[in-house]
C-alpha cells in the first residue's frame, strides 16, 4: 500500500512543508466574502527518461523466468502503436481569498520507448537456467518495448506567486510551483524474445509523484500560456509482458507548454474586473478614522486690571 511506502510518505511530507504558508495578498481588496477562479489548459510535452531497470517475471511451472534488463536507455519517440500528439490536459481551481493556492488535476499520457538497438545487461533466470549476458535490444533481434501511454493522472496543490501586473490588469506575469501525485495507468506494448504483448490502456499499474516549476502569462485578464519543468517518480508494478508482468522505477522530466482560459467563479472577481482610474488600491480605508492629533490652543491672556477711581479731599 502506498501509505507504507516510507519514501513516498517523505515525499508527500516535503510537498507540504514546501507549499504551506500564509498566502500574500495579490490582488485588489473588495469587499467580498467569498473568491474563487477555475482555469482549463491544453498543450503538448517534451519528456526525457532517465535510464532504469526492468524487472521481469514470466513463463510457466518449470519453465519460469525471472530476470532484469539493467539501466537500460528509453526516449519519448513514437512506434507504430504509439502514434500520436503528446498533449497534457489540466484544470484547477484557485480556492483562498486572496487566489495564491489551488487544486490542480492533471493528466499526462507520456510515452516511453526503450531505444532500439542498444546494448542491453540481461541478468537472472530464463527457463530455470541461470543466465548473465548482453545483446542487442533491438526490433530485429525480437525485442521491443514501449509504454504507449503512462496515462499519469495527478492531483497537485498549486502556490501561485505575482511577479507583475500592469495597471489595467489586461497583462499578469505569475510564478507556480506544484506538487502531487496519483495513479498511472500505462497501455503496454512490448516483445520478449519475439513473444508479443499488447495490453488495453487504463488498467491501474502503478503511482506517479512530482514537483513542477512554470511561469503563467495571462493577457486580458482570462487567457493564458504557461510553460514549465516537471520532475516525475512513477512506480509501475503490473506491466503486462507474454505470460508474465514486469516491474519498473522510472524517472522523467518534462518541459510542458500550455495553452488555457480562466474564468471567475464569483462575483465582482478582482482578478476580472477592469480597475477604476487604472490603479489598484494599496490600502482600506478604516470605517472609523482616528481623529487627528491637534496642539492644545494657547491660554488666552489675562484681562488687565481696571485702574483704581480717583478720590477728593
Avoid: C
Wanted: proline share 6%; glycine share 8%.
Amino acid at each position: 500500500m502506498l501509505t507504507g511506502n516510507t519514501s513516498f510518505k517523505i515525499f508527500f511530507l516535503f510537498i507540504t512543508v514546501l507549499l504551506a504558508g500564509r498566502a500574500t495578498a495579490q490582488v485588489s481588496m473588495y469587499d467580498a466574502d467569498r473568491r474563487g477562479s477555475v482555469y482549463i489548459g491544453i498543450g503538448s510535452n517534451t519528456a526525457t527518461h532517465r535510464p532504469s531497470t526492468i524487472e521481469i517475471t514470466q513463463g510457466t511451472p518449470g519453465f519460469s523466468s525471472s530476470y532484469t534488463l539493467d539501466q537500460v536507455a528509453a526516449d519519448s519517440k513514437t512506434t507504430s502503436k504509439a502514434a500520436g500528439f503528446a498533449y497534457n490536459v489540466k484544470v484547477g481551481y484557485f480556492f483562498d481569498y486572496n487566489q495564491t493556492f489551488a487544486v490542480e488535476l492533471s493528466y499526462e499520457p507520456v510515452k516511453y520507448h526503450v531505444t532500439d538497438g542498444q546494448k542491453v545487461k540481461l541478468k537472472g533466470t530464463v527457463d530455470n537456467a541461470a543466465v548473465d549476458t548482453s545483446f542487442a535490444f533491438s526490433a530485429a533481434n525480437g525485442y521491443f518495448y514501449n509504454i504507449d501511454g503512462s496515462n499519469m493522472i495527478s492531483v497537485n496543490l498549486v502556490k501561485r506567486f505575482q511577479l507583475l501586473q500592469i495597471k489595467s490588469h489586461n497583462v499578469r506575469l505569475d510564478a507556480l510551483v506544484k506538487g502531487g501525485g496519483g495513479p498511472a495507468m500505462p497501455h503496454v506494448f512490448n516483445s520478449i524474445k519475439g513473444k508479443v504483448a499488447e495490453y488495453p490502456s487504463f488498467q491501474l499499474g502503478g503511482w506517479n509523484a512530482g514537483l513542477e516549476a512554470a511561469l503563467r502569462l495571462t493577457i486580458m485578464r482570462h487567457v493564458y500560456v504557461e510553460g514549465g519543468y516537471r520532475y516525475s517518480y512513477a512506480s509501475y508494478n503490473d506491466i503486462g509482458v507474454y505470460s508474465g508482468t514486469a516491474t519498473q522505477k522510472l524517472s522523467t522530466s518534462q518541459v510542458i507548454f500550455t495553452v488555457g482560459y480562466t474564468f471567475a467563479t464569483t462575483k465582482r472577481n478582482p482578478l476580472f474586473t477592469k480597475p477604476e482610474r487604472y490603479y489598484r488600491p494599496l490600502t482600506i480605508k478604516p470605517i472609523y478614522p482616528e481623529p487627528l492629533d491637534v496642539a492644545d490652543p494657547e491660554p488666552a491672556p489675562a484681562p488687565a486690571p481696571e485702574p483704581a477711581p480717583e478720590t477728593t479731599e
